[in-house]
C-alpha cells in the first residue's frame, strides 16, 4: 500500500460526458502528479500541483483541467470525453524538495469511455 | 532535456534464468534514475533508484541495477528468475532544474518468465 488513493477504480462512460478523478496523496506530501497510461502512449505526465499551486503542464489536453484543494487532495477533470481518452489515470504524490525521493503512486483510475 | 530509452518492449527468460532489462538515458544535468515496475492492475512500486551515492544499487525482490555513465545506461538485473517476476518494468529519469521535479518514464518492458 503506497498511502495514495485513488477513486474510482473502474469508469465507463459515454462519449460526450466528463468525468472527475479523485486522488489522495500521501499524508505529508504536498506534491500530487498526474499520469495518462495508455497502450499507444505509455506513461506520460500530465500535470503537477504543489501545496495547491499548479507546478509544471506536461501533455494535457484543454478538455482536462486539474486542481489541487487545501487539503491538498487532486481532482483532475475530464470533459467532452472522446473514445481515445480511455486509459489509466494514475496519481503520484512525493516530499517536496527532494530530487532524490521517488514518486509513490495510486492504484489508478481505469476510465473506458463508449 | 532528460529522457530514457528502454529497449526491448518484450522480454522472455526462463524460470531461474538472468533477467537483463536494457535503460539508457540522456540527460544535460546529472540524472536521478528509478526503476519502476507493474504488475497487472496494479499502480507502480519503486523497484530501486540511483541518487549517485553509489553505481550499484540494490532494490527489492533480488533486483539490481548499475549506473555507467560512459554508457549512459542502467539496466536493470536479477540473476535468477521467478514466475513472480512476470510484470511490466519502466525506468524513469527525474526532471528538475526548474519548477518542477516529476519523472519522465521509457516506455515500458514486460518480462515473461517462463516456466
Known amino acids: 500500500d503506497s498511502g495514495v488513493t485513488q477513486t474510482p477504480k473502474h469508469l465507463i462512460t459515454a462519449t460526450g460526458q466528463r468525468v472527475t478523478l479523485r486522488c489522495s496523496p500521501r499524508?505529508?506530501?504536498?506534491?500530487v502528479y498526474w499520469y495518462q497510461q495508455s497502450l499507444d502512449q505509455g506513461l506520460q505526465f500530465l500535470i503537477q500541483?504543489?501545496?495547491?499551486?499548479?507546478?509544471a503542464k506536461g501533455n494535457i489536453l484543454e478538455r482536462f483541467s486539474a486542481q489541487q484543494f487545501p487539503d491538498l487532495h487532486s481532482e483532475l477533470n475530464l470533459s467532452s470525453l472522446e473514445l481515445g481518452d480511455s486509459a489509466l489515470y494514475f496519481c503520484?504524490?512525493?516530499?517536496?524538495?527532494?530530487?532524490?525521493?521517488?514518486?509513490?503512486f495510486g492504484e489508478g483510475s481505469r476510465l473506458t469511455v463508449l | 532535456a532528460q529522457s530514457v530509452t528502454q529497449l526491448g518492449s518484450h522480454v522472455s527468460v526462463s524460470e531461474g534464468a538472468l533477467v537483463l532489462l536494457r535503460c539508457n538515458y540522456s540527460?544535460?544535468?546529472?540524472?536521478?534514475l528509478f526503476w519502476y515496475v507493474q504488475y497487472p492492475n496494479q499502480g507502480l512500486q519503486l523497484l530501486l533508484k540511483?541518487?549517485?551515492?553509489?553505481?550499484l544499487v540494490k532494490g527489492i525482490n533480488g533486483f539490481e541495477a548499475e549506473f555507467k555513465k560512459s554508457e549512459t545506461s542502467f539496466h536493470l538485473t536479477k540473476p535468477s528468475a521467478h514466475m513472480s517476476d512476470a510484470a511490466e518494468y519502466f525506468c524513469?529519469?527525474?526532471?528538475?532544474?526548474?519548477?518542477?521535479?516529476?519523472?519522465?518514464f521509457g516506455t515500458g518492458t514486460l518480462l515473461a518468465v517462463q516456466p
Open positions: 540511483y541518487t549517485s551515492a553509489a553505481t
Open positions: 540527460s544535460s544535468v546529472p540524472p536521478y
Open positions: 500541483y504543489y501545496n495547491g499551486e499548479e507546478r
Open positions: 524513469a529519469v527525474r526532471d528538475y532544474g526548474g519548477a518542477t521535479n516529476k519523472l519522465i
Open positions: 503520484a504524490s512525493s516530499v517536496e524538495g527532494s530530487i532524490t525521493g521517488e514518486l509513490f
Open positions: 499524508s505529508g506530501d504536498l506534491s
